[in-house]
């Protein structure tokens, strides 16, 4: 099981209420959130090895270089009392002070935690998840990921609906059946359509049913540019022009929304899912300092008995 931890912890953050604070009164709700999160997908998929994938570069140099306005939009902006630095992203202000209590949380519990440096947890994960050798889950609410979905190899997305209680199982028919793509065609969509919430233009006058209806007919968006300039190929002139038009966008597009799956793993990283906690006594003050209460309770209860029903022994 592979989490993309930022997309989890934000959504902690937005779906639990800022009342929930530490003894100090500092708002620990994507923390505790989390941590329920982690409790509830050990419960009810008991995974034998767990990643805590993170976000090492969130807007990586070398995607901004092929498409300038790659997530552009959520670069913080100065106000009157701060100046960000350089590329910083846009976080609420009591969401950031609570992601080192995550990490090190993590830790002390003994749950892998890997981010990359100049890559995102999206290609920590991609990577994973391409050198696997069995099944794999990845928890993740950002669909960019459904591109890795691949029946044949037993992976799929788990997508939280509602919390993780509820979870779209995401496998290639869901896909066929909502988007008419497999995981191995997604990618060429969404280049195809763009998304603004990650500053992709797309090409401009197609949208997800065209990018889709056109995949479908040509196979894959390298084949569709073929088309594009095959006076024989059956595309109407808009589309033809649209595509043409967009050649400098699609050269680069597919290298930014598609997932590395070459990210430098350490050799050290052992994804066992613990027991114990690897470090009770830094559990223990972590507990009473931030007031992780029933929250960590319930991750500790769900490790433990992971390992009663023969996984981990």
């Known amino acids: 099981m592979l989490l993309d931890s930022a997309s989890l912890y934000f959504r902690a953050y937005f779906g639990v209420p800022d009342s929930v604070r530490s003894p100090q009164g500092e708002p620990v709700n994507a923390v505790r959130g989390l941590l329920d999160?982690?409790?509830?997908?050990?419960?009810?998929?008991?995974?034998?090895?767990?990643?805590?994938?993170?976000?090492?570069?969130w807007?990586?140099?070398?995607?901004?270089?092929?498409?300038?306005?790659?997530?552009?939009?959520?670069?913080?902006?100065?106000?009157?009392?701060?100046?960000?630095?350089?590329?910083e992203e846009e976080i609420p202000d009591t969401l950031s002070p609570q992601v080192p209590v995550i990490t090190a949380v993590l830790d002390a519990l003994g749950i892998a935690r890997l981010g990359v440096p100049d890559y995102e947890a999206d290609d920590v994960i991609g990577t994973l998840t391409t050198r696997a050798t069995g099944p794999v889950d990845v928890v993740t609410g950002d669909r960019d990921l459904f591109q890795l979905v691949d029946d044949a190899r037993g992976v799929r997305v788990l997508y939280p609906i509602k919390g993780v209680g509820t979870l779209q199982l995401t496998d290639d028919a869901l896909l066929m059946e909502k988007y008419a793509v497999t995981g191995a065609q997604y990618a060429d969509m969404a280049a195809l359509r763009g998304d603004p919430s990650d500053g992709?233009?797309?090409?401009?006058?197609?949208?997800?049913?065209?990018?889709?209806?056109?995949?479908?007919?040509?196979?894959?968006?390298?084949?569709?540019?073929?088309?594009?300039l095959d006076p024989s190929a059956k595309l109407t002139p808009t589309q033809r022009k649209r595509i043409a038009d967009a050649t400098g966008y699609l050269a680069v597009a597919p290298k930014v929304v598609q997932v590395a799956t070459d990210v430098p793993i350490p050799a050290d990283l052992d994804p066992t899912l613990p027991r114990e906690p690897r470090d009770p006594q830094a559990l223990h003050d972590l507990a009473a300092r931030w007031g992780l209460g029933s929250s960590l309770t319930r991750?500790?209860?769900?490790?433990?008995?992971?390992?009663?029903?023969?996984?981990n022994a």
């Open 37 to 57: 999160f982690i409790a509830r997908l050990v419960a009810d998929h008991a995974p034998e090895e767990l990643v805590a994938c993170m976000d090492a570069d």
């Open 59 to 87: 807007r990586p140099q070398w995607r901004v270089d092929l498409i300038p306005s790659y997530k552009t939009h959520r670069l913080a902006q100065p106000t009157e009392d701060t100046t960000p630095a350089p590329g």
């Open 200 to 228: 992709l233009p797309g090409v401009p006058g197609i949208g997800e049913k065209t990018a889709a209806k056109l995949i479908t007919q040509f196979g894959d968006l390298a084949a569709i540019q073929a088309a594009a």
């Open 299 to 311: 991750v500790l209860d769900a490790l433990a008995q992971n390992g009663k029903n023969g996984k």
